[in-house]
């Protein structure tokens, strides 16, 4: 099963280039304390969240409305989401 969770119909890009004022952004809004508390010290999971958290700045509408619906289905479910993150911790 492939769950897209960011696009409807594509993978989330680790690749994609961030905005041209991401510097700007992050320095602004202190994202690099949100990223920290995302990632728990893994630097993987921080670079995920920075891009994951930045791109989001140029998503269009249904975009946006798309994932937001992703997380009030996710929030419906919490049970569900919790057991198979339960899960996949036990199987990697």
């Given at each position: 099963?492939?769950a897209f969770?960011?696009?409807?119909?594509?993978?989330?890009?680790?690749?994609?280039?961030?905005?041209?004022?991401?510097?700007?952004?992050?320095?602004?809004?202190?994202?690099?304390?949100?990223?920290?508390?995302?990632a728990l010290?893994?630097?993987?999971?921080?670079?995920?969240?920075?891009?994951?958290?930045?791109?989001?700045?140029?998503?269009?509408?249904?975009?946006?409305?798309?994932r937001q619906?992703?997380?009030?289905?996710?929030?419906?479910?919490?049970?569900?989401?919790?057991?198979?993150?339960?899960?996949?911790?036990?199987?990697?």
């Amino acid at each position: 099963m492939k769950a897209f969770l960011m696009y409807k119909d594509q993978d989330f890009d680790l690749q994609r280039k961030l905005p041209s004022n991401e510097q700007a952004l992050t320095q602004d809004l202190e994202l690099n304390t949100l990223f920290n508390a995302m990632a728990l010290g893994d630097k993987f999971l921080f670079e995920v969240a920075k891009k994951a958290v930045l791109s989001g700045f140029n998503s269009d509408l249904d975009t946006i409305l798309y994932r937001q619906n992703i997380l009030k289905d996710c929030l419906k479910k919490l049970f569900h989401c919790q057991e198979y993150l339960r899960y996949r911790g036990r199987v990697n």
